[in-house]
């Protein structure tokens, strides 16, 4: 089936920021469609966002020459080619832009297109994209990880840390992970108001951290889970995204938590967050070192790394490269999973075959800065990507997702499974994580 056309478009993600939209036509009319999400802690080793730079128009930020691009360049090269040859595609579209890290074209403009010749192609089959995606892997419903409180470049730094996020271990169905978190988020909600703290949520949904510390934020959202009648470390965990890279100074060496006037050297980090695991049952700690601090992720990963999900986001960025290198030095068990780090859907099924074969957990995950596709809860379904990370529980950007999550389990039944934190091998949910819970 040919591609005939493609055309591109601004229009506006869930910060109000224009963002690309795609739409590809193949010889039988039939269209598809690519939305391209942006973030705001963004690592240094990704695939470039091309953005005009014009300051005239939307402060710099409108994506005019990415649109360019795809009606141009894209469209002239991929124009005849096989809709259902996604491989052969994206590899085109890596070719035709040359650069390490897709800087000429757009890594928005690539994955633009790379996503929308999948939907199209997945209209073609009349399949979901998680259908046509799959490639024999047992699909599985995801293990949400969903915030209730969100920090940093999310919440203009009112603590330090990004997300603290609940993960239902004791789940015994997806649909039950989210009855659970939705009784967690309206009982911190609650909570937050009953002290007048409720002052309005974060870039991805979740509540505005009026705490004095970082860890003060940790406690309410322990109050949080306790308050909706759950167990912390049995039917609850805790799964923070650190995002470190957002307050490391490469140049002292040191973690700066701004917010309590503390600084710490790699080596005392690591021991916060040991210290943190140890008071706290968190199954999961995402980037709780920098992405250029190898030695610091390294004593994290000596220390945790049996017993706690260890995430790399900004560390490897998607990037098989980075993640090969990461998985023979041994410095984290799982790997962050976003199409727009590396700009192609084929590069990052790519990744997560690579992290599932050495052993590590793929976590597919949303931006910050998201929209109204849901394309991301297919893919976790496809490659039977054991966790799934969208944000909060809360505005439609995010709720679309775990929606979309709903609606392939009815149409799959029985096709994908629930296998929850048992796809968690360092997760020891119950009592002993329960009694470990509060200092
Ligand atoms: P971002 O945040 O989309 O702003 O980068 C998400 C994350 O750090 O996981
Ligand atoms: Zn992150």
Aim: hydrophobic letters at 40%.
């Amino acid at each position: 089936m040919q591609i005939t056309d493609i055309s591109a478009f601004q229009v506006f993600d869930s910060r109000g920021r224009p963002t690309i939209e795609v739409d590809l036509t193949l010889s039988n009319g039939i269209h598809g469609r690519g939305l391209v999400p942006a973030g705001a802690s963004t690592g240094q080793f990704e695939a470039l966002e091309l953005r005009d730079g014009d300051a005239s128009r939307y402060r710099g930020r409108s994506v005019y020459k990415a649109i360019d691009h795809v009606q141009g360049e894209i469209a002239r090269a991929l124009r005849g080619c096989d809709v259902f040859m996604q491989r052969e595609l994206d590899s085109k579209l890596i070719a035709l832009d040359g650069t390490e890290n897709k800087s000429r074209l757009g890594a928005n403009a690539i994955l633009g297109v790379s996503l929308a010749a999948v939907d199209a192609a997945a209209r073609c089959r009349n399949q979901m994209p998680c259908e046509y995606l799959n490639d024999g892997t047992p699909m599985t419903l995801p293990l949400p990880e969903i915030q209730i409180m969100g920090g940093g470049a999310h919440a203009n730094h009112a603590i330090d840390i990004q997300d603290i996020m609940v993960m239902a271990v004791g789940a015994s169905s997806y649909e039950q992970t989210l009855e659970i978190t939705h009784n967690i988020y309206h009982a911190t909600a609650e909570l937050l108001a009953s002290r007048n703290l409720l002052t309005g949520i974060a870039d991805e949904g979740g509540f505005w951290p009026s705490a004095r510390t970082n860890q003060a934020a940790l406690d309410i959202c322990m109050e949080g889970i306790e308050r909706a009648g759950y167990t912390p470390g049995v039917e609850v965990a805790l799964s923070l995204d650190i995002a470190a890279s957002d307050f490391y100074d490469p140049g002292k060496g040191v973690y700066e938590f701004r917010c309590e006037g503390r600084s710490f050297d790699a080596a005392a980090f690591c021991e916060l967050m040991a210290d943190w695991c140890a008071r706290y049952p968190i199954a999961a700690l995402e980037d709780p070192a920098a992405d250029t601090d190898t030695k610091g992720w390294d004593m994290i990963c000596s220390e945790l790394g049996a017993r706690v999900t260890l995430i790399g986001d900004d560390l490897f960025v998607t990037n098989v490269a980075r993640i090969k290198k990461g998985i023979n030095e041994k410095i984290a068990n799982a790997v962050l999973i976003k199409l727009n780090q590396i700009g192609t859907v084929t590069e990052t099924i790519d990744a997560i075959e690579l992290t599932r074969k050495a052993g590590w957990l793929p976590v597919i995950s949303a931006r910050s800065g998201e929209t109204e596709d849901a394309f991301i809860a297919h893919l976790a379904v496809a490659t039977g990507s054991p966790i799934l990370k969208v944000g909060s529980f809360a505005r439609s950007e995010r709720m679309v997702k775990w929606n979309e999550v709903l609606r392939i389990s009815r149409r799959l039944g029985a096709k994908a499974s629930f296998r929850g934190a048992a796809m968690m091998p360092w997760h020891t949910a119950g009592p002993q994580r329960a009694r470990q819970a509060r200092p």
